[in-house]
């Protein structure tokens, strides 16, 4: 079993940034793929950026490339996403996500095992 705790949401302006962190217990953090994913009011869950155990292999969803980026520091247990130029349509609860290290980055929700309880960003106009 692996406990995720997301930090780092809240309420920003458009052009702004924030940092999510999320901090994994209970298993072999190196073990695992991390993935970050978002969920807006009457939408499904949708892939934001995903990293592989070892940092060496990321994944960006378009409309995050090049504001986003996904990083872990395997000695804390934590992986983070940066996330400037945000937007009004970056509004959404964030969550983190585990899955055992396989032959590929697993990219959809479906790929991930273990999941966080969100944290809320909101992105004001």
């Known amino acids: 079993q692996v406990q995720l705790v997301e930090s780092g949401g809240g309420l920003v302006q458009a052009g702004g940034s924030l940092r999510l962190s999320c901090a994994a217990s209970g298993r072999t953090f190196s073990n695992y793929d991390m993935g970050w994913f978002r969920q807006a009011p009457a939408k499904e869950r949708e892939s934001v950026a995903a990293?592989?155990?070892?940092?060496?292999?990321?994944y960006y969803a378009d409309s995050v490339r090049g504001r986003f980026t996904i990083s872990r520091d395997n000695a804390k247990n934590t992986v983070y996403l940066q996330m400037n130029s945000l937007k009004p349509e970056d509004t959404a609860v964030y969550y983190c996500?585990?899955?055992?290290?396989?032959?590929?980055?697993?990219?959809?929700?479906?790929?991930?095992?273990?999941w966080g309880q969100g944290t809320q960003v909101t992105v004001s106009s």
């Open positions: 996500a585990a899955a055992p290290t396989r032959l590929g980055l697993g990219v959809g929700p479906n790929a991930y095992d273990y």
């Open positions: 990293i592989r155990w070892s940092g060496g292999m990321t």
